[in-house]
């Protein structure tokens, strides 16, 4: 505990980083006192220590070398640190004057040299920063410079630095064998090659001079879209945009694109870019208000809202286009059912259980706002009648994450996550522990208790083949590439959209099914797994789980759509009456209390399915909380879009109707 407890403070994830981690330490603590004695060769060994422990921290412990930074031990500084130390090294071992004067010279002028690299490279970098980006439309009418070289663009610092490396070196080689030569070839090496990089950036300077202005670059996107003509809008926007609020739009991308209606994604910060999942959906990313307003969206006529965040009101202003609140999960979490919804035109939820919980809210949301649509997204859940149960037990612990404040505070991770996964190895069944994105990104006692299940999991777990490894990857590198997911800039994200192939689909979703089908039969025979990245899918691991044990959240109400059995956690032991009573998705869940005394009772549930007393409710809430399954949920989506727009067309023209009425009625007479 006391070594996972020092993990979790230097921000390193296990001992293997530790141990750089001490390496690190120890090397830089010895530079001074090893050039004080001095002592050469301890000196060398101790500088390639650091050297190498730092460029391994970068890679696998990114968090220590964070936590670094903000106590002023930058990359630069440490740099520096080498640098002074070995030069009064060669100062204590007395070295000629002329090459400690020399070295002091050059490499302040190398230092001097990374200095303008970086102010020239932050020029080029905020000059290339457009006012919009886009991806699935055609900008091949504006002229946008190339990127820089990525070698002289990407991890420019990194670069830069260790290109003192030659004079470091030549300086070494020259104290140990007592001639001069090579340590003025190091110094040479090392002030031609910086010069020589800052030349080559200058002249992608000048080429960065060519970038469009904000007016045409507007222009150009408006241009496109009127061509495109889009009628429904997907707004997304979101403080601290990370692939683990993504998942809010990725879970939409696919309704839209079956759609009658023409739909466009609109986002508000640059870094949804990188996690955007594939679409043909044109999508556009506008970080300002201001350009917001100038963009060609008259056409619109409905928006859609996965979330409810402070820049959604750049949006709602639009008086022209309908506003709907769809969310990113039907739970019976507060959050479902938030008095914020009443400033959306329309709420749609998934089944007569939102409509339900919305009434709940007394003087909120009128009952005519509410529209039940289903879960479009639950398509590729199987029901309970086709799932083939193996011989050891499936169970799914998908917990919910620990939410913005302790009042809202869901997750069975802290009180009992740990205690339920021991008793749960102690039974014969296999797990697969998929929990929520945001898990620990408030809580430090939910981060430890994700920790813990990690560590308890993962030493049962077995590792892929090498041939299922190397597929893996290769299709994981296809599906980025289809996806348009690129490490460019807003330039380069311009410059690269284009309008795209509409035979995609077929490869992504081949790609997809092939992934999943090689990662569950390369882990067959494992005991365990631990589900952390975007693949497998959540509604992959409802396929392969014979029984769910999760919180009050979203996963539950999905979940539902497989009629198999499943286990809400009762962290609190309320009373099964008021708990039932209190959430609508416990109406067919097996409660699991505090102690998780009664585990052994529920698995006999999926062990004997005769034995499974829930079945009759989950059949009768799936209708409540999920509505009929027929028309599909697909269908009720797309007539509700339909409707809605008609709607705001019909409200338009009458607009427009009465102010040339009362026009015609004051006109003078000739």
């Not at 590439?481 to 035979?503: C, F, K, N, T």
């Not at 882990?523 to 992959?540: F, K």
Request: charged share 25%.
């Amino acid at each position: 505990m006391t070594i996972r407890r020092l993990c979790a403070a230097l921000r390193v994830s296990g001992k293997t980083e530790l141990l750089l981690v001490i390496l690190f330490g120890a090397g830089f603590a010895a530079l001074p006192v090893l050039a004080l004695l001095p002592s050469l060769w301890g000196f060398a060994a101790a500088w390639a220590v650091t050297y190498l422990a730092d460029e391994a921290l970068h890679a696998k412990a990114p968090g220590f070398v964070r936590r670094l930074a903000t106590l002023q031990l930058s990359r630069t500084m440490r740099f520096a640190v080498r640098t002074v130390m070995l030069l009064a090294l060669a100062d204590r071992m007395d070295a000629p004057g002329a090459v400690l004067v020399t070295g002091l010279a050059v490499l302040s002028a190398h230092f001097l040299l990374v200095m303008m690299y970086s102010a020239l490279h932050h020029a080029i970098r905020r000059r290339r920063i457009l006012p919009v980006i886009v991806r699935n439309l055609d900008m091949s009418g504006i002229d946008i410079p190339e990127r820089p070289p990525a070698s002289l663009y990407r991890r420019f610092l990194r670069k830069l630095l260790h290109l003192d490396l030659p004079a470091h070196a030549g300086l070494i080689v020259a104290l140990a064998t007592g001639t001069w030569y090579s340590a003025y070839v190091g110094y040479a090496l090392t002030i031609g090659a910086a010069s020589a990089a800052l030349l080559a950036l200058l002249g992608q300077f000048r080429a960065v001079r060519r970038m469009p202005r904000r007016d045409a670059v507007i222009g150009e996107v408006n241009r496109q879209l009127a061509a495109y003509r889009p009628e429904v809008a997907l707004y997304f926007s979101f403080a601290a945009v990370s692939r683990d609020f993504m998942y809010q739009v990725n879970m939409w991308i696919e309704t839209l694109e079956q759609l009658d209606r023409r739909p466009v994604i609109v986002l508000r910060e640059r870094a949804s870019f990188r996690f955007l999942g594939r679409t043909r959906i044109p999508v556009v990313c506008v970080p300002k208000a201001d350009d917001l307003a100038e963009l060609e969206l008259s056409g619109v006529r409905v928006v859609l809202y996965p979330g409810n965040a402070g820049k959604n009101v750049h949006m709602l202003r639009v008086a022209e286009a309908k506003h709907v609140f769809i969310g990113h999960g039907d739970s019976d979490k507060l959050a479902s059912s938030n008095r914020v919804s009443k400033v959306y035109d329309e709420i749609w939820v998934a089944g007569r259980a939102g409509r339900d919980r919305y009434r709940r809210v007394r003087h909120a949301i009128s009952d005519e706002a509410i529209v039940e649509v289903g879960r479009p997204q639950l398509a590729p859940v199987r029901p309970h009648a086709e799932h083939i149960a193996g011989q050891v037990p499936v169970v799914l612990y998908a917990p919910t994450w620990e939410g913005w404040s302790d009042d809202d505070c869901h997750t069975s991770l802290i009180p009992m996550g740990v205690p339920l996964i021991e008793k749960l190895l102690a039974e014969n069944v296999r797990i697969i522990y998929k929990p929520h994105p945001l898990t620990g990104k408030r809580s430090p006692a939910a981060a430890a208790a994700d920790r813990a299940i990690r560590e308890l999991l993962r030493a049962d777990e077995e590792k892929d083949t090498e041939a299922a490894r190397t597929r893996l990857r290769e299709i994981r590198a296809r599906l980025d590439e289809m996806s348009g997911r690129h490490e460019g800039d807003d330039a380069q994200q311009l410059r690269d959209a284009r309008i795209p192939d509409r035979d995609g689909a077929a490869e992504w979703q081949e790609l997809r099914d092939e992934w999943h089908r090689i990662f569950w039969a390369s882990r067959s025979t494992a005991r365990h797994h631990v589900i952390l990245e975007q693949l497998p899918t959540l509604y992959e691991c409802f396929n392969q789980a014979d029984l769910l044990i999760s919180d009050v959240s979203s996963v539950v109400a999905d979940f539902v759509a497989s009629l198999k059995p499943y286990v809400l956690t009762n962290a609190q032991d309320l009373p099964d009456e008021e708990f039932r009573a209190a959430y609508t998705t416990a109406g067919g869940a097996y409660l699991l209390d505090r102690a998780c005394t009664r585990l052994p009772e529920i698995l006999r549930s999926v062990r004997a399915p005769r034995h499974d007393p829930m079945a009759p409710q989950r059949r009768t809430l799936k209708e409540y909380v999920l509505g009929p399954d027929r028309p599909t949920s697909m269908e009720r989506f797309n007539s509700a879009v339909n409707d809605l727009a008609d709607k705001a067309v019909a409200e338009r023209a009458e607009d427009l109707v009465v102010p040339v009425a009362h026009v015609a009625q004051h006109e003078p007479v000739a």
